[in-house]
T-cell receptor, first 111, second 113 residues
């Protein structure tokens, strides 16, 4: 069964601290994996796209990793800011219009 | 800003009514996908349109229907609304159907009473 599981479900960290969000998937075949940031009541915004051959990709303070062998990905946020408070969604694409969403990790950054 | 716009922002309907949601794609994008996102859940794929033709559909009943126009803007129509249809409806546009970044709109919050 094609599934995308994210952990933790929610996370609270102090401003300035780092955190890592996890995504495990059983989706096959695999085309690419994307991390999105979604503010409450808003549409998701793409952070990174990773294909099978990519292990690490950075976008500012966001760094995503991918291990295609173990079917795991992580999103590391460095020096968190209050504006990082949002849901982070991992999405796995099989190609064409087949995609599978995780339920997200709700991150809250507190001062 | 992604360049994808949706209207209306919020909408309240009653059970049994019909609703039309609209999406304007990012300039140059010929593909639009619609998603339903219930509170606290990840988005669920409804369907995708590519160059005005339906190009795939998720596990949604026929009362969910769509259109894509020559300018690649799109509509999502839902008939016979049910309480469980209350959700954030997202559209995402992209250039092509594969390997392309989808740009999401801000969503339409539909409440069915």
């Amino acid at each position: 069964k094609n599934q995308v599981e994210q952990s933790p479900q929610s996370l609270i960290i102090l401003e300035g601290k780092n955190c890592t969000l996890q995504c495990n998937y059983t989706v096959s075949p695999f085309s690419n994996l994307r991390w999105y940031k979604q503010d409450t009541g808003r549409g998701p915004v793409s952070l990174t796209i990773m294909t099978f051959s990519e292990n690490t990709k950075s976008n500012g303070r966001y760094t995503a990793t991918l291990d295609a062998d173990t079917k795991q990905s992580s999103l590391h946020i460095t020096a968190s800011q209050l504006s990082d408070s949002a849901s982070y969604i991992c999405v796995v694409f099989t190609g064409a219009n087949n995609l599978f969403f995780g339920t997200g990790t709700r991150l809250t950054v507190i001062p | 800003e992604t360049g994808v716009t949706q209207s209306p922002t919020h909408l309240i309907k009653t059970r049994g009514q019909q609703v039309t949601l609209r999406c304007s794609s990012q300039s140059g994008h010929n593909t639009v996908s619609w998603y339903q996102q219930a509170l606290g859940q990840g988005p669920q794929f409804i369907f995708q349109y590519y160059r005005e033709e339906e190009n795939g559909r998720g596990n949604f009943p026929p009362r969910f229907s769509g259109l894509q126009f020559p300018n690649y803007s799109s509509e999502l129509n839902v008939n016979a609304l049910e309480l469980d249809d209350s959700a954030l409806y997202l559209c995402a546009s992209s250039l092509g159907t594969r390997e392309d970044t989808q740009y999401f709109g801000p969503g339409t919050r539909l409440t069915v009473l």
